[in-house]
Structures are given as C-alpha cells and as structure tokens.
T-cell receptor, first 110, second 113 residues
Framework: RKEVEQDPGPFNVPEGATVAFNCTYSNSASQSFFWYRQDCRKEPKLLMSVYSSGNEDGRFTAQLNRASQYISLLIRDSKLSDSATYLCVVKWGGYNKLIFGAGTRLAVHP | DGGITQSPKYLFRKEGQNVTLSCEQNLNHDAMYWYRQDPGQGLRLIYYSQIVNDFQKGDIAEGYSVSREKKESFPLTVTSAQKNPTAFYLC????????????FGQGTRLTVV
C-alpha cells in the first residue's frame, strides 16, 4: 500500500463547478498535512496547510480526519486558472520525512 | 532574496557518467530533500536530511548519493548505477519543526543519452 494515496485523475470540470479531492495516508504517526499545487513542468508550490479543525482560504477548504487517516480539498467556483495538478503531502517522524501523493490533475474548461 | 536554487536547469549527460546536481538554500532551513519526478507521475523521495552531516534514504535511493557538509547545501550525485536517470529532479527545504511547509527549487531536468 502506498504511504499517501490520492484520487486518480484527471478531473474535467466547467468553470464555476465545485470539485473535491481526497487523500488517504497509511502512517498513523503522521503529524503535518499540506496541499500543494503544481503547474505543468514547474516546481510544486504550497496551496495550504491542513489543520485538525479544518481550514479555509477563499475558495479553498481543507479538512483532516485523523481517525480515518483522510485529507480532503474542496475548490468552489472553479476558475480556468485552477487547472493544475494537486498534490497531497504528509510529514511525519523525527526525521521530518515528507511524502507526496501521486497527484490529481484538474482541468477547468470554459 | 531568500530562496532555494538548483542548478543547472537543464543537464545532458552520456550514459555511464556520474553527474552532480546542485541545491543551495539561504532560508536557514534545517531539513532538505531530493525528489525525482517522471512524466505524469508524482514526486518520489530519494534522500532527505534533517541536519548537517546526517541524511536518510528515501524510497528510491539506489543509484544516488548525497552529502550535507553545510547547512545551505545538499548536492545530489546521480551515479552510473542508476538504471534510468532521465527525469525531473526537485530539491526542497523546510524548517525542522512539524507544521512547516517545504519550499522547492525550480528543478533540474536531467537527460541521459
């Protein structure tokens, strides 16, 4: 089983749609969680951290369920500029091991 | 400006040659990471280091080597033992504490011919 698993993509949605990405992790000792965005042929960039109580940043909402070892990202009112690959990231251990999911590609069309 | 710098951006090498990819950061971060990304794939962890003179193997360390002699620098050597070295290599750094995100360099595209 992979340490971090994400929904397979791609997701093709019209502008204005709401889209949800899911992610599960296998190590219960995981301590920190993030969503990154990666544009084609570029480096990943932090979209948002994920906190235990859930958090929101504009059109983006992240949720964490430690009991189920599950993380989600909700994007409301999708824009063309949201088209990218979204990566779920988990950090654990005394050595700060940082593990990425394989990513889910989102394509927003007019 | 603070940041993380990888060089070169593009690198071509002949099969059988070792090659070293540079990664430098001036963010005063303790932890540094190397990832490999193949087309259409996610990031796979090669090596990571939490502190100077210490590093740990990631999931795909075979055929790679690293050093961490200075806090700012974490070079990656792709050796001739790496069977399929052509890929996009990404270096990242972060503070050593939990709940701190990683910042990435712009990556090095290595092509072995």
């Amino acid at each position: 089983r992979k340490e971090v698993e994400q929904d397979p993509g791609p997701f093709n949605v019209p502008e204005g749609a709401t889209v949800a990405f899911n992610c599960t992790y296998s190590n219960s000792a995981s301590q920190s969680f993030f969503w990154y965005r990666q544009d084609c042929r570029k480096e990943p960039k932090l979209l948002m951290s994920v906190y235990s109580s859930g958090n929101e940043d504009g059109r983006f909402t992240a949720q964490l369920n430690r009991a189920s070892q599950y993380i989600s990202l909700l994007i409301r009112d999708s824009k063309l500029s949201d088209s990218a690959t979204y990566l779920c990231v988990v950090k654990w251990g005394g050595y700060n091991k940082l593990i990425f999911g394989a990513g889910t590609r989102l394509a927003v069309h007019p | 400006d603070g940041g993380i710098t990888q060089s070169p951006k593009y690198l071509f090498r002949k099969e059988g040659q070792n090659v070293t990819l540079s990664c430098e950061q001036n963010l005063n971060h303790d932890a540094m990471y190397w990832y490999r990304q193949d087309p259409g794939q996610g990031l796979r962890l090669i090596y990571y280091s939490q502190i100077v003179n210490d590093f740990q193997k990631g999931d795909i360390a075979e055929g790679y080597s690293v050093s961490r002699e200075k806090k700012e620098s974490f070079p990656l050597t792709v050796t001739s033992a790496q069977k399929n070295p052509t890929a996009f290599y990404l270096c990242a750094s972060s503070l050593g504490q939990m709940n701190t995100e990683a910042f990435f360099g712009q990556g090095t595209r290595l092509t072995v011919v």
